[in-house]
């Protein structure tokens, strides 16, 4: 079994967020805290299509799991 350990900008990448150092800062500082009783993949700032990828990768728990995990920790901080 491969593991993958992508970088945190690989993941806002994927989204199709910039995904430079200062640009990364900023959404987890606009869109944080998110509230404990919303899943991630559900928050109000995601497109459809984004929504539909974090909850894809999360369900197959994918090479991307643990990343999106590491953005779930950020964002609720």
Known sequence: ???FLHKFSELFSQLGIPN???SVRL???THSPLDASIRLEDAPFWTAAQSDLLREELLEDADWAETI??????LRR
């Open 1 to 3: 079994m491969e593991i």
């Open 20 to 22: 430079d150092p200062k």
């Open 27 to 29: 959404f987890i500082q």
């Open 69 to 74: 995990d590491q953005l779930n920790l950020a």
